[in-house]
């Protein structure tokens, strides 16, 4: 999991509402990715940022919203727009700015997992 | 359309032998491809990395091994032991900042 933390590790939410997850690195990363992950399937990449106060969409941004205030935090809101909120969570980061598909290896968080009520 | 096909979808195996893994992508541009050890309820943690010039690379037990032109990649696992039980993750990027993840293969590996 290297200097990567995510929190809470599990989260329950009623349908509805909006939640907000953790991620924070300590490895002087300059970008960061969120992920999700559903049983039987790949991940999907739902946003990532390369610099602070700069972020794009994956393929899968709708009903999530991100930001990048600081270098080593980059949380994830569920809204309520996400039609199948549930799912596990995954935070990443990597030195360099070449985006998700460049050489630069990924270092994952532990996850959060999310069940939405 | 990108995908990555991984098998088979699930493998047990006894303690100290070897296996191997595969992978079949359709991504194009092709930019690199990575393997992946996700332990259950963790997040994934990188083997290997290779980029269309390298054919095979090691990392301890696990060697990858890249044919880009018939767009195929194995992992071998040599000796195994109780910690390598994990699912096996296969990701390839495209040069137009595409990744796509496979859907992993299940290694279990028994005493």
């Known amino acids: 999991d290297g200097g990567i933390t995510q929190s809470p590790k599990y989260l329950f939410r009623k349908e509805g509402q909006n939640v907000t997850l953790s991620c924070e690195q300590n490895l002087n990363h300059d970008a960061m990715y969120w992920y999700r992950q559903d049983p039987g399937q790949g991940l999907r990449l739902i946003y990532y940022s390369q610099i602070v106060n700069d972020f794009q969409k994956g393929d899968i941004a709708e009903g999530y919203s991100v930001s990048r205030e600081k270098k080593e935090s980059f949380p994830l809101t569920v809204t309520s727009a996400q039609k199948n909120p549930t799912a596990f969570y995954l935070c990443?980061?990597?030195?360099?700015?070449?985006?998700?598909?460049?050489?630069?290896?990924?270092?994952f968080g532990p996850g959060t997992r999310l069940t939405v009520l | 359309k990108n995908q990555v096909e991984q098998s088979p979808q699930s493998l047990i195996i006894l303690e100290g032998k070897n296996c191997t893994l595969q992978c079949n992508y359709t991504v194009s541009p092709f930019s690199n491809l990575r393997w992946y050890k996700q332990d259950t309820g963790r997040g994934p943690v990188s083997l290997t990395i290779?980029?269309?010039?390298?054919n095979t690379k090691s990392n301890g037990r696990y060697t990858a091994t890249l044919d880009a032109d018939t767009k195929q990649s194995s992992l071998h696992i040599t000796a195994s032991q109780l910690s390598d039980s994990a699912s096996y993750i296969c990701?390839?990027?495209?040069?137009?900042?595409?990744?796509?993840f496979g859907k992993g293969t299940r290694l279990h590996i028994l005493p």
């Open positions: 990443a980061s990597s030195l360099g700015t070449g985006g998700p598909s460049s050489y630069n290896e990924q270092f």
């Open positions: 990701v390839v990027s495209s040069r137009d900042d595409k990744i796509i």
């Open positions: 290779m980029t269309f010039s390298e």
